[in-house]
T-cell receptor, first 115, second 110 residues
Framework: DAGVIQSPRHEVTEMGQEVTLRCKPISGHNSLFWYRQTMMRGLELLIYFNNNVPIDDSGMPEDRFSAKMPNASFSTLKIQPSEPRDSAVYFC?????????????FGSGTRLTVV | QKEVEQDPGPLSVPEGAIVSLNCTYSNSAFQYFMWYRQYSRKGPELLMYTYSSGNKEDGRFTAQVDKSSKYISLFIRDSQPSDSATYLCAMRDSWGKLQFGAGTQVVVTP
């Protein structure tokens, strides 16, 4: 298996522009998570899905952020409009099950810079 | 107060020394305990997973869980420069999402 695949690896955009991050989870995993990592705040859970349904989006910072999972093999995280404080590394992770002791497999992340 | 507390370090040790990392937690419902390793500019990768109190060994790595004290540890024996990374503890109850610690940066010097 190729693992969790994220694209793009790096994104530099101007303030006010729309940014779309993409994620392909591991085949057979039914839970998907979007995290944001910064030096100041560490890993923050933004939203997670179970069987393609959003379960908890309480970590989404504001309405500028939205996430979708149209099918079991694809998810997007969109920021519109983007702001400099959104600069961070965004990770997608997937898990075999939401409950129980299953760990998460992380992608390599998307490094977002908003100038 | 955060549910999971972890000293961010950095922790610098000479090659061959034992690295000792730990986390404390406040939620007694946590049942599953994990350690992730994150190299610079990479995603976290699962290193160790434990369910109950006690020790678990995997090569040079030993994970310990003390539920009565709400304290977990990771030991790395015979540390190598390639062990230089950030180590994150993570834990969850039977229903909830993983809660991560802040991560401890470890530097193993040759």
């Amino acid at each position: 298996d190729a693992g969790v695949i994220q694209s793009p690896r790096h994104e530099v955009t101007e303030m006010g522009q729309e940014v779309t991050l993409r994620c392909k989870p591991i085949s057979g995993h039914n839970s998907l998570f979007w995290y944001r990592q910064t030096m100041m705040r560490g890993l923050e859970l933004l939203i997670y899905f179970n069987n393609n349904v959003p379960i908890d989006d309480s970590g989404m910072p504001e309405d500028r952020f939205s996430a979708k999972m149209p099918n079991a093999s694809f998810s997007t995280l969109k920021i519109q409009p983007s702001e400099p404080r959104d600069s961070a590394v965004y990770f997608c992770a997937s898990s075999l099950e939401l409950q129980g002791g299953y760990g998460y497999t992380f992608g390599s992340g998307t490094r977002l810079t908003v100038v | 107060q955060k549910e999971v507390e972890q000293d961010p370090g950095p922790l610098s040790v000479p090659e061959g020394a034992i690295v000792s990392l730990n986390c404390t937690y406040s939620n007694s419902a946590f049942q599953y305990f994990m350690w992730y390793r994150q190299y610079s500019r990479k995603g976290p990768e699962l290193l160790m997973y434990t369910y109950s109190s006690g020790n678990k060994e995997d090569g040079r790595f030993t994970a310990q869980v003390d539920k009565s004290s709400k304290y977990i540890s990771l030991f790395i024996r015979d540390s190598q420069p390639s062990d230089s990374a950030t180590y994150l503890c993570a834990m969850r109850d039977s229903w909830g999402k993983l809660q991560f610690g802040a991560g401890t940066q470890v530097v193993v010097t040759p």
